[in-house]
């Protein structure tokens, strides 16, 4: 007998790291915006973003940007940004949900760090910071488009790193997941591949 029911969930993000995407506005500030659709490629990092949205519009213009993974404690400074937008006016179809809001660091009350490859500043309080530049933008996935992005740069804090490595430490990194609009830290760790840092 098959215990599975055919549902329909209002959304399909069953679990990834939540990344905050730091972009150079028009006048030189900073924009800081969540995403919950970004995974990695090899040295490139594939991120879904709302069409519309000022982060876009920034990345099509300046194709410079960072990666930032919060830890898990950060969920609140990333939940205080959801329902902004850096773009004025707010486009007709956010008008009934985000509101404008010009420093988005100040309101999370996080602290831009100047990166090294790249304009664009990192975000202080975030344990792993990608540097990237961007490489594709494809259009027409729905609402969305898909951003493809080379790191230039990979900043860790040294407590997430194995001593004496390149690689992080998995068991003391705990990022800040999301899954079906739940936020999540990592759990216990269960195991490794073979040959694998």
């Not at 990344?19 to 970004?38: C, E, K, Q, W, Y």
């Not at 990345?59 to 609140?76: F, K, Q, S, V």
């Not at 202080?124 to 910071?129: D, G, M, S, T, V």
């Not at 490489?135 to 001593?163: C, F, M, N, W």
């Amino acid at each position: 007998m098959d215990s599975h029911i055919t549902i329909c969930p209002s959304t399909l993000y069953t679990g990834t790291p939540v990344v905050l995407i730091s972009t150079l506005n028009a006048d030189g500030t900073a924009n800081l915006s969540p995403a919950s659709s970004a995974w990695a490629l090899g040295d490139m990092v594939v991120i879904g973003l709302e069409n519309g949205g000022q982060t876009l519009s920034n990345l099509r213009a300046r194709p410079e940007l960072t990666i930032n993974y919060p830890h898990g404690d950060m969920w609140e400074s990333v939940e205080s940004l959801g329902d902004l937008t850096g773009a004025s006016p707010v486009p007709p179809h956010k008008e009934d949900r985000y509101r404008f809001e010009s420093d988005k660091f100040g309101v999370s009350e996080l602290t831009p760090q100047q990166s090294t490859s790249v304009k664009v500043p990192r975000v202080e309080e975030c344990p792993l910071q990608l540097e990237a530049v961007v490489e594709k933008i494809t259009d027409g996935v729905g609402d969305y488009a898909i951003v493809e992005a080379r790191v230039t740069q990979v900043h860790a804090e040294e407590s997430i790193v194995l001593p004496g490595t390149q690689h992080i430490d998995t068991r003391s990194w705990s990022p800040l997941l999301y899954a079906f609009k739940h936020y999540f830290s990592l759990g216990k760790h269960l195991g490794q591949r073979p040959g694998v840092a």
